[in-house]
């Protein structure tokens, strides 16, 4: 897409698309079979309060609404129009549209770009005559729009009920059978707005996730995506969500079709775009879900008068086997239960009695006075920093037919009572998803307090939405720019800039790299290791040489001048072995580093999100643990040192191998190398150091080895 196309969507409005004044169903009939006749008739049924055209020249009247004879005949300010028709004569049509001004259309059928090239040309003239003439168009091949709170709707599935329907989540999804699927159960939740967005030909996720975050009416947005576009533009729309404190859930499948194109660096190879996107996600406070289920029991946790600031989640329950269970699979899952403080425990065990293991679950059913006990450790809970979220697991289904019906309606009440009291959040949770009453959901729903469902499911949703939401999203991470620029070393045509260049250019930057000199002659050779002091190690420097090591011409461990002019001819001879023999710069004269910690960090352009930056162990544990952490550029205040933590190499700097490593000087590094190709981004394709040697705390670490692999035209 080029910039005058995204400027041109940019600028479409939305809401004669989601909150349209007056709809147009072209199409329409009186044929109650039909489709365009079941819109008429949807749009009178729900009340809409809007002005309705139907269009068909074969009618003077349908249900009571004027009918017009062709789109030009339209009154002027139409806000939106259905197409009701086959793809084949839609492009004319589209053309009156364009043509009439109207503000916003849906395109139903399918025969487009999702057919292949006949469909593809027929698509691109659609979007080429709706970015001219500012048509925010939905689809094609999608289900329509619905607005429950309008309530207004250009869908292919009547809205029945609007009132039930009408709820907090603004949904979007590129299937309309997920859409089918999510709206035909509104007992925990409901929707400010449906949108069933299809081929995304000209308004995609993005904006709609852009406008939603405006939305009064919506409070989270969920998204099934098969496809990201303009990726820019959308991180730029999660952050303004984040920023106005609404959730975006997203589940994005078919991660997997696509694999990276073969790489120069050994880093780049080491990152899916799965991976990536997933990174992106979290980067900008999105929560990524891997199915329907996990979904579903985000978006009722995110139903709550409250949403989790912390994760450090505290668990009641009346079952000493219940808490077991919990633990088992809090524990497998990387739910944070932690222990209750011996002051909690005195306080609770004074009126429950003895508590099993280490208190949390709690086991708050004791002598079984369960309004007195609940009660108590709910108040203890809630007034007690050292927790941010209680829930309570408790048992119940519509129609069961075995029931103490006065206490589990106590349950729900003691429980909204005590959120009342409480200023966290608190959660009312089944062992088993969707199994809950529905006298339970009104008691809580009017307390604030969502019911989820599942153990693992419940309790890893909540702590999703609170890794999204603890706190603002930190500030990026960015220095000065560097004061060399890298074009300068690109513009006699390289694409890949050998180690001694890149390393010097990185240094430049900040970024500590390993003593050395390149030389042309074995005497220089000498001279140099003398001064740099031996042992030292000697190294083939060319661009066309990216891994010289599969070439042995990597000489280490040299420690006077004979070893020096050995190593030195060892090198020439394995070089006039390589045919076509390569141009070298010279042979480097390395400082050898001997001991620490070998790390690697490297960045790689992702076809869609830009540049990634990837940390891990370094050296051979590369290949062996298969380690490695990712985040977007630029980084944000605090991602080197997650990087760090989120694989061994964090471990690993903490002394798990013996000597601890300098971290410290690692996060400077990470951070200076992630400021560079931020900087130089519009050169960068690759950029690898491995491997990067980290010694004792204090000391400092350097870069042994270093590539940077230009961006290609094309």
Partial sequence: MTQMAIDETRSM????????????????????????????????????????YPVNPKYDEILGYRCYASVDELPEGVDLIAFFIGYSRILPEYEKVAAKGIGAAVIFDSGFAELGREGRVLQDRIVALSREAGVALCGPNCMGVLNPHGPSQAYLQPMTDPQALAGNVGIISQSGSVLIGMTVDVRRFAYSHVISSGNEAVINAAAYVEWLADDPKTGVIALFSESIHEPERFVAA????????????????????????????????????????????????????????????????????????????????????????????????????????????????????PLMGDGNPVDAWGHGEFDVNFPHTFDVLGRSDHYDTISFVSEGMDGQPIDNVGRVKVYATLLADAAERCDKPVYYQSMRAGIFRTDHRDILSAAGVPIIGGTRQGLLAVDKVAAAMVGPLPPRNLDAPPLTSLSDLLCSGRTVLHEVDAKRILSEAGVAVVEERLVVTVEDAAVTARQIGYPV??????????????????????????????????????????????????????????????????????????????????????????????????????????????????????????????????????????????????EIAEIDLNPIIVSAPGVGCAAVDALIVALREG
């Fill in 13 to 52: 409005q939305l809401e004669p698309l989601l909150e349209p004044r007056s709809i147009a169903i072209l199409g329409a009939s009186a044929n109650s079979a039909s489709l365009g006749h079941v819109a008429v008739a949807n749009l009178k049924d729900i009340g809409f309060p809007g002005s309705v």
């Fill in 238 to 353: 999660l952050d303004k969500a984040a920023n106005a404190g609404k959730p975006v859930v997203v589940l994005k499948v078919g991660k997997s079709q696509r694999t990276c194109a073969a790489i120069t660096t050994h880093t780049g190879g080491l990152a899916g775009e799965s991976r990536v996107l997933s990174e992106v996600l979290r980067a900008h406070r999105a929560i990524e879900v891997n199915d329907l289920d996990e979904m579903t029991e985000v978006l009722a946790v995110c139903q709550g008068e409250r949403l989790p600031r912390g994760r450090r989640h505290a668990v009641v329950t009346a079952s000493g086997g219940q808490a077991e269970l919990i633990l088992d699979l809090a524990e497998e899952v990387g739910i944070q239960l932690d222990p209750l403080p011996q002051d909690l425990r005195q306080e609770i065990e004074h009126v429950v009695g």
């Fill in 537 to 682: 190690v000697l190294k083939v420097v060319a661009d066309a040489l990216a891994h010289k090591t599969e070439h042995g011409l990597v000489e280490i461990g040299l420690d006077d001048d004979h070893a020096v002019q050995a190593a030195w001819d060892a090198l020439e001879q394995r070089l006039s072995k390589i045919e076509p023999r390569p141009e070298i710069a010279g042979i480097v004269v390395q400082r050898m580093v001997s001991g620490g910690i070998e790390a690697i960090a490297g960045i790689k352009r992702d076809p869609d999100f830009g540049l990634v930056m990837a940390v891990g162990p370094g050296g051979v544990l590369v290949d062996v643990l298969d380690q490695v952490a990712l985040r977007p550029l630029p980084l944000r205040s605090g991602d080197a040192e997650a990087m760090i933590d989120d694989t061994m190499l964090g471990r690993l700097l903490d002394g798990a191998r013996g000597q601890p490593g300098d971290r410290e000087a690692l996060v400077a590094l990470l951070y200076a190398l992630a400021d560079f190709a931020y900087h130089e981004s519009a």
